[in-house]
């Protein structure tokens, strides 16, 4: 073996011109066209601190829309809530005047005492 080089030249990096790597036959054949790349005109107009403060914002909005949300609800139900303690007191005042036909209305009352004391009792 002698001490010379051999004829054969590596190919360097500076010698080979910068060609992204093929990617195969296109399915058409036509391989002069270039690669279609997704559209997306807004890709990367937005910092991500803007986008950022777009979410903190959204989020907040949603949290004061969630908030009216449960307070309108709340109204609904004591809203409701009241109109059957009108009905019920309605019934029982009915109730009451019904017995009083029957029996002396002394009586009548000492009843309705009594059913208020076993009402707060239970």
Known sequence: MSTTESPVATPTTADAPSVPPAKGMRKNGKNWHDTKKPFRPSAGLTSYEKRQEARK????????????????????????????????AKEEKARYEKMAEKMNRKRVERLKRREKRNKLLS
């Not at 909005?61 to 019920?88: F, G, P, T």
Request: no cysteine; glycine share 0%.
């Open 57 to 88: 914002h959204q989020d907040a909005v949603k949290e004061r829309e969630r908030e009216m949300k449960e307070e309108k609800e709340a109204e609904r139900k004591a809203h409701i809530q009241r109109i059957k303690d009108r009905r019920e």
